[in-house]
């Protein structure tokens, strides 16, 4: 075994006038940067209505990227409205996202008659879809919206409430499951347990409901997740 031992510092002594005394270097660490759930933590905590509301829409942009331009939309209580009248439209491009820090779900999506047969759906993010996990749980919960609302906005309105299908809701979930697993994989090294996000569960809602051929072909992806180790996890 071998210690490393830093030498002692020559004295500056030689070197100062009578009386003068000695200086100490002084040392300045930064501290560390606060993690996404001290953060969030933090900005749930703010007393002031819009500086609180101003930094959440800011942390959901983060977490969205540039592809997206989040809008803070959060209604009073009181509010009487239409929500396709409130809400913001995705836009042809998708960019427009709503946060409502009021929304009780995770995330949801209007779809509205725009008339001629035409349909625009409206994406609003709501509280719970920031997760103190990670950044990539709320990328999760507009993925999964945009992916649905991109399929019905192609079909137009085909119904008064048009919603999507098992093999539509099957897709998006398979395309989070695969993209996000890793990111929301977090291992604690003091217990040596891993917390997968629950949220995954949708997958398992949707599979039962779909056609055999479609259950073959969603279950091909995901087949390499469960022949490898996570993290000391063991292979299902």
Not at 22 to 38: I, R
Not at 61 to 74: H, N
Not at 108 to 128: E, F, I, P, Q, R
């Amino acid at each position: 075994h071998h210690c490393s031992t830093t030498p002692t510092p020559k004295s500056d002594t030689l070197f100062r006038k009578p009386g003068e005394k000695e200086t100490v270097p002084a040392f300045f660490s930064a501290a560390p940067p606060l993690t996404w759930a001290e953060r969030l933590k933090q900005a749930q905590a703010l007393t002031v209505q819009k500086k609180r509301l101003e930094a959440l829409t800011k942390l959901v942009q983060e977490a969205l990227g540039p592809g997206f331009y989040v809008r803070d939309k959060t209604a009073l209580l009181s509010t009487d409205r239409n929500n396709c009248d409130y809400y913001h439209a995705r836009s042809p491009d998708g960019m427009n996202v709503n946060f409502d820090a009021n929304e009780q779900d995770e995330a949801k999506t209007y779809y509205c008659n725009d008339g001629d047969g035409k349909l625009s759906a409206h994406v609003v993010l709501g509280m719970k879809a920031l997760h103190p996990m990670s950044p990539a749980y709320t990328a999760m919960m507009n993925q999964h919206q945009q992916m649905l609302a991109k399929g019905m906005e192609a079909k137009g309105w085909l119904q008064n409430k048009p919603a999507p299908t098992n093999s539509e809701k099957l897709q998006a979930y398979l395309a989070n499951f695969t993209q996000f697993f890793f990111d929301l994989v977090s291992y604690n090294l003091h217990t040596c347990k891993a917390l997968i996000a629950f949220k995954f569960d949708g997958l398992f809602v949707a599979y039962p409901h779909v056609t055999e051929p479609e259950q073959v072909a969603a279950f091909k992806p995901s087949r390499p997740f469960t022949k490898r180790r996570s993290w000391g996890i063991p292979a299902i």
